[in-house]
């Protein structure tokens, strides 16, 4: 089992929809959990990050945190042919002293126009 | 300061032949990584430092790979005797810990092409 799953894709929705994207992780000492947008040939770059159980949103981006089912998501409202990109799930995890971000393969999102 | 600077952003290399990368982080950050990333997948760990404590390194992390940090500010990540298999990119990504938050935020990238 991957540490951090997420589906490659990619995921189609038409301008204006809601993007929903998921992730699951293995590691139950799991602490933080970030999305990071990356477009082709860039680098990632972070868009959102959730420390508790819920929701937090910023803009037309909610992350949604259970960590009893150990799954993150991020939903972008009013999609954008300009989010077409490939999102990435990271988790940093604390057990056993260690404090390195551990990443999904990623999901690639398509809006389409 | 502007954010994580990486240098150099480009680098064709002759398969056999010694690379090195620079990494400037976000100067209050303590915390520097290095990731490698390649097509169709997520940023791999390779190494982290604290300061100039090289805190954990990947057990992928071949003996060809070193990184240093000496001063707790720039980092170099050294390959030597480059394979074809080298060739991806290498993100670099800072953090300051324990702080307000534990983001971290990534460099450009230094895309390396091994021929």
């Known amino acids: 089992q991957k540490e951090v799953e997420q589906n490659s894709g990619p995921l189609s929705v038409p301008e204006g929809a809601i993007a929903s994207l998921n992730c699951t992780y293995s590691d139950r000492g799991s602490q933080s959990f970030f999305w990071y947008r990356q477009y082709s040939g860039k680098s990632p770059e972070l868009i959102m990050f959730i420390y508790s159980n819920g929701d937090k949103e910023d803009g037309r981006f909610t992350a949604q945190l259970n960590k009893a089912s150990q799954y993150v998501s991020l939903l972008i409202r009013d999609s954008q042919p300009s989010d077409s990109a490939t999102y990435l799930c990271a988790v940093k995890s604390t057990t056993s002293g260690t404090y390195k971000y551990i990443f999904g393969t990623g999901t690639r999102l398509k809006v389409l126009a | 300061d502007t954010g994580v600077s990486q240098d150099p952003r480009h680098k064709i290399t002759k398969r056999g032949q010694n690379v090195t990368f620079r990494c400037d982080p976000i100067?209050?950050?303590?915390?520097l990584y290095w990731y490698r990333q390649t097509l169709g997948q997520g940023p791999e760990f390779l190494t982290y430092?604290?300061?100039?404590?090289?805190?954990?390194k990947s057990r992928l992390l071949s003996d060809r790979f070193s990184a240093e940090r000496p001063k707790g500010s720039f980092s170099t990540l050294e390959i030597q005797r480059t394979e074809q298999g080298d060739s991806a990119m290498y993100l670099c990504?800072?953090?300051?810990?324990?702080?307000?938050?534990?983001?971290?935020?990534f460099g450009q990238g230094t895309r390396l092409t091994v021929v």
């Open positions: 100067s209050e950050h303590n915390r």
């Open positions: 430092f604290q300061n100039e404590a090289q805190l954990e």
């Open positions: 990504a800072s953090s300051t810990e324990p702080g307000s938050g534990t983001e971290a935020f």
